[in-house]
């Protein structure tokens, strides 16, 4: 993939070090996480059938996963019988030059956004504007992050690392450069800075001729596509552009219609802790002329960029079933003191943990040093409405780091040496000692600590609780992540995420 | 090599433990044990109404109630209190449902541009069904709703739910009722947004009011 990078991002030790002083942002962090994290166990528990859902929604995306190909094969000739076309994308290169000849071929120069994380993924907004071609973001968190010439910090809510006063000053002074100027004397009651950014915003949305989407979720067997969201700003560039671009990672296939009843309870209830988001939009394709609604030109563009390779990692695999809810990120103690940015990728939390280091491989600094961005205190996997394992996906990566071994990048196995003198390394062996220079014990004694987690939450048994002893929850850790992070990763110069 | 079957090969490759002979995909359907309730709770056909009425009004929709006859009164109530001047009207709403109402009645046509759209102050429809546990209600682009742009752009949402016909307890079974070909439009409450400190803020795109009508058919 294009160099490995997700481009955009910062170098992590930068990164983290501004988190670290940033008090404000700690502040800011632990409200809105605990916030939701209260409100979605409430709304789980209004569903007495919560763990056959999960159950179900783990054997839905497994399934689809063990046959991909067919379902791939699938979903694109039901997305052409409807009348859209199909594109494959082999990494984030390919798939931006696609997006930006498709948006060329228009003759148009400007593009609205709805909210998505593969195009974050891919750079998309720089290769447009490489190209001459400005991509607005429409999700108010994410104009908020744009104009504020930021990066978002949480999957669902990615300017939840500022409060209203810097959102106000950011509007105030940003919003002339980019269109309609924030309204004179803007104060910072949320009210009326969403007012401004519906004012601002609307005479994009109103003149927009393309739209760029991802989506939540494929159909193979109808060739449906689903937004969800909750503003409306999904809606407006889903409906009113002439020709929309959706760009879509190919592990978001469900195979059935009737599978859909299975996310669409658990996705809003475990993300905004809601019974159901404000707003889902479903299309298949573009209607015909006498019912025409919504754009007349329908464009799908499937991307790999490393998910081939993570489905090729039989225990990193489960990985590729996260719906993006982003409830291990609310409930995670590393996570809630570092921030997303820390993570250094578009993913950030215990799912960024396990699927960044899987998608760019973990040759560089910063992938390596992922699997450790946790205290395998296993919430994570309590919350997950598709029930991945990340702690087990976490020690498999660190024994990877460590260890070495077969790997697959860009579709080709490899043999990846172990990471001598690696700065992740040398921080896990600070932290495990003994044990972690037995990666395998300390494996053995996560799994059973999986399995029997219910009944030993805060410590791992045999070999591990030399390892656990120092990382018991919901104690802070002896070492804050952020501290030992900047202690190890913090004099470095780049963290770059460049592959083999 | 096109893209194409690069990834498809990549994907096989990386699924190369799982047997040749493993057609489980041809019988998915039958095979899936989903094991999960199709509906929540044991409700009478008037408790599942009363439910989605509790609920929309939870995710801040006003909720009105009213028998058929008295759809036409309720409306022009509605967008006087309102001070609603013009309204727009999809191409197969019953005509009386207006019978009585004052606004100037706006057609979406196929010319009309978004700014002309803007510029309506409120919009009336029918629904394709509406969620009682869950307190949705579904657009599908009848004509008794319009295009999914009607229902976006004007500030004001009127929507009317027959009752108890078009009322389902839970999502499986609004899923097997709706037919994937056509737009769809699920809606829970009015736009919001909790992206500022998570204080929760109605409207920030799509209407700001959305007002439910429940209306009897008897
Ligand atoms: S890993 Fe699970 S909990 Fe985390 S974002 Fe994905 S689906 Fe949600």
Not at chain 2, 93 to 114: F, G
């Amino acid at each position: 993939m294009s160099g490995g990078t997700f481009v955009g991002m910062p170098a992590f030790p930068e990164a983290a070090h501004e988190a670290v002083g940033n008090t404000t942002l700690r502040a800011n962090l632990r409200h809105a996480t605990h916030t939701i994290r209260d409100k979605r166990a409430r709304a789980v528990a209004e569903l007495d059938d919560w763990a056959e859902l999960r159950a179900a929604g783990r054997r839905v995306k497994d399934h689809t996963l063990r046959h991909l190909d067919r379902y791939l094969v699938q979903l694109e000739e039901s997305v052409v019988r409807a009348g859209g076309t199909v594109h494959w994308a082999a990494d984030a290169d390919e798939a931006n030059r696609i997006v930006t000849d498709l948006v060329k071929a228009t003759g148009e120069s400007e593009v609205v956004k709805v909210k998505s994380m593969a195009t974050q993924e891919i750079g998309l907004n720089e290769a447009l504007e490489a190209e001459g071609i400005h991509a607005y973001e429409t999700d108010l968190a994410e104009l908020i992050v744009q104009l504020g010439r930021d990066r978002p910090s949480h999957i669902l809510v990615p300017a939840i690392h500022r409060n209203r006063g810097e959102i106000r000053d950011i509007f105030a002074k940003e919003m002339a450069g980019w269109g309609r100027p924030a309204p004179e004397g803007l104060t910072d009651t949320p009210a009326e800075l969403a007012e401004a950014a519906r004012l601002h915003l609307r005479e994009k949305f109103l003149r927009a001729k393309v739209g760029i989407s991802g989506a939540n979720f494929m159909v193979a067997e109808t060739g449906t596509l689903v937004v969800v969201e909750s503003e409306g700003n999904g809606r407006m560039c889903l409906t009113l552009p002439e020709t929309l671009i959706s760009v879509v990672g190919i592990e978001k296939l469900v195979p059935t219609w009737r599978d859909l009843e299975v996310f669409l309870q658990t996705l809003p209830r475990s993300s905004t802790a809601e019974r159901m988001n404000p707003y889902t939009s479903m299309w298949t394709g573009t209607t015909d002329s006498d019912t025409a609604d919504g754009p007349s030109t329908f464009h799908l563009v499937l991307l790999d960029n490393g998910r081939t390779d993570t489905l090729a990692d039989e225990v990193g695999r489960q990985a590729l079933r996260c719906i993006r809810c982003s409830a291990c990120l609310n409930v995670c103690p590393v996570y809630e003191r570092a921030g997303g940015h820390a993570y250094g990728s578009v993913y950030p939390g215990p799912i960024g943990a396990i699927l960044s280091p899987q998608l760019r491989g973990t040759q560089s600094e910063i992938d390596a040093s992922l699997p450790y961005a946790s205290s395998l205190c296993g919430a994570c996997y309590e919350v997950c409405p598709v029930a991945i394992d990340i702690p087990e996906v976490l020690v498999h990566l660190r024994e990877r780091v460590v260890q070495g071994g077969e790997a697959t990048r860009h579709g080709t196995k490899v043999m990846l040496k172990p990471a001598k003198g690696h700065a992740a390394e040398r921080a896990a062996m600070r932290a495990a000692g003994l044990v972690f220079a037995r990666p395998g014990a300390l494996r053995a004694g996560q799994r059973l600590a999986s399995r029997t987690r219910r009944l030993h939450p805060r410590t791992l048994p045999g070999p591990g609780r030399a390892w656990s002893a120092t990382r018991e929850l919901p104690k802070v850790p002896a070492e804050p992540f952020r501290d030992w992070w900047q202690r190890t990763q913090g004099a470095r110069s780049k963290g770059k995420g460049n592959d083999a | 090599m096109s893209s194409r079957d690069r990834i498809l090969g990549r994907v096989r490759r990386a699924l190369a433990d799982v047997p040749d002979g493993d057609t489980s995909y041809k019988a998915y359907e039958a095979s899936m044990d989903r094991g999960y309730a199709r509906e929540h709770g044991d409700r009478t056909t008037e408790q599942t109404v009363d439910l989605l009425a509790e609920n929309l009004a939870d995710y801040r929709a006003i909720v009105h109630r009213c028998a058929a006859a008295d759809l036409p009164e309720l409306l022009t109530r509605l967008f006087a209190s309102r001070g609603s001047r013009s309204v727009l009207v999809p191409p197969g709403l019953p005509p009386h449902w207006l019978a009585a109402a004052d606004p100037v009645r706006i057609h979406d046509r196929a010319a009309s541009t978004p700014h002309e759209l803007d510029r309506v102050d409120s919009v009336i429809t029918g629904c394709a069904l509406a969620v009682a546990e869950t307190g949705t209600i579904v657009l599908d682009g009848s004509p008794d709703q319009g295009r999914r742009r009607i229902t976006l752009v004007p500030d004001h949402h009127i929507c009317v739910v027959r009752v108890p016909d078009q009322v389902v307890s839970s999502v499986p079974v609004a899923l097997e009722r709706l037919d994937p070909a056509r737009p769809l439009t699920w809606i829970s409450g009015p736009s919001a947004t909790s992206d500022i400190e998570l204080d929760r803020v109605e409207g920030v795109h799509g209407p700001r009011t959305l007002e439910v009508v429940l209306m009897s058919e008897e």
